[in-house]
């Protein structure tokens, strides 16, 4: 008998799994300010801002912890255009990293960041601008050249409806300082975890391991601007044909640096990255990612860290976009990263 769930699009048929036990879940905010105008609130002039206040620029973290689950926590912050969705059930129906991982026994939190999906509450105004603009997040995420797909790429196209719904735009500016200082109190809250990153989140891992947050390591998926390197060892940028200029890293100090290498770390790369400058900008914006990245790891390891950098179609995976969690793949993609927490004991 098959199980059925309700998508916007129709019915998607799952195959049947075996019953996954969550023995507590839950959800809150975390961080943020406060705004508070002056003056004396009138109850007759309740729309007036006077004496008012605005809670905002707080994280949002949904958690479930499974029966007989593993010491670690896994934390999920999502990339840009995203939410905490992008972990749950794929596009196309299938169970998405958080079940996966659940499955395997990890406590798992996903988190909206800042001024974004359920934590959109900002204390700076944006525009949020409605235009069409789905041909380039197809491109620029690698499901191929807009509007056709890649070959033997690993997304199915009848979850293209779906992926596209579910882009969140930010409700204020992407602030990396907010960001980095509520995920540090989640993870002083949780006392501490594994965090696990997409693309321009990427960053903020990387911000909070200077910032001794309690990270016991970082899983990051092709995460583009926010490297850092010690002061006086900063690559030059790398130029590329994307729509972005040039990338370019940035210095802290040999000691903020050093903090780095007291963790293990996990860079994904999928497919489809050109090996040499292309005039496909997508495949060469992602050429310029992917080469900072090496020299990034390549830093962490001289100076006695313990990073990895996985091409996947290097090790013989292939067809990747920019969501090898989401992608038809992605049970392969999460034993792979669960045999690396295991390897590192993570697990």
Not at 108 to 120: I, K, S, T, Y
């Amino acid at each position: 008998m098959k199980r059925w769930i309700w998508l916007m699009i129709g019915f998607v048929s799952c195959k049947p799994q075996n019953r996954l036990i969550i023995q507590e879940q839950g959800s809150y905010m975390v961080g943020g300010t406060v705004v508070s105008a002056p003056g004396k609130f009138h109850l007759e002039e309740a729309m007036n801002p006077q004496g008012q206040t605005l809670h905002a620029d707080h994280a949002y973290a949904f958690y479930q912890i499974p029966s007989k689950a593993k010491l670690h926590r896994l934390v999920f912050l999502h990339g840009a255009g995203q939410s905490k969705k992008t972990w749950e059930t794929t596009p196309d129906g299938r169970e998405g990293f958080q079940n996966i991982f659940l499955r395997k026994g990890y406590p798992v939190f996903l988190v909206d960041q800042p001024r974004r999906g359920e934590a959109g509450r900002s204390s700076v105004s944006e525009n949020v601008v409605a235009a069409p603009d789905e041909g380039f997040w197809f491109t620029q995420f690698r499901l191929g050249n807009y509007p056709d797909f890649f070959p033997n790429v690993q997304f199915d196209p009848k979850g293209l409806e779906q992926f596209f719904r579910q882009m969140t735009p930010n409700t204020g500016p992407f602030d990396a300082k907010v960001i980095v200082s509520a995920m540090y109190k989640l993870l002083d809250q949780i006392r501490g975890g594994v965090l696990i990153t997409h693309s321009q989140s990427g960053g903020i891992g990387w911000e909070l391991a200077i910032n001794d947050s309690n990270l016991q390591g970082i899983v990051s998926f092709e995460p583009y601007s926010g490297f850092i390197f010690p002061k006086g060892e900063k690559p030059e940028d790398i130029s590329s044909s994307g729509l972005f200029g040039p990338l370019k890293a940035k210095e802290v100090s040999t000691d903020e640096f050093m903090k780095l290498t007291k963790m293990p770390i996990l860079i994904y790369y999928g497919d489809n990255i050109a090996e040499v400058p292309s005039k496909e900008w997508n495949k060469d914006h992602w050429r310029s990612g992917l080469l900072m990245a090496q020299k990034f790891v390549d830093t962490i390891n001289k100076y006695g860290g313990k990073a990895t950098l996985v091409h996947l179609p290097k090790v013989g995976i292939y067809g990747n976009t920019h969501f090898p969690f989401s992608d038809l793949n992605n049970q392969i993609i999460a034993d792979h990263m669960h045999h690396w927490l295991s390897t590192n004991q993570l697990n």
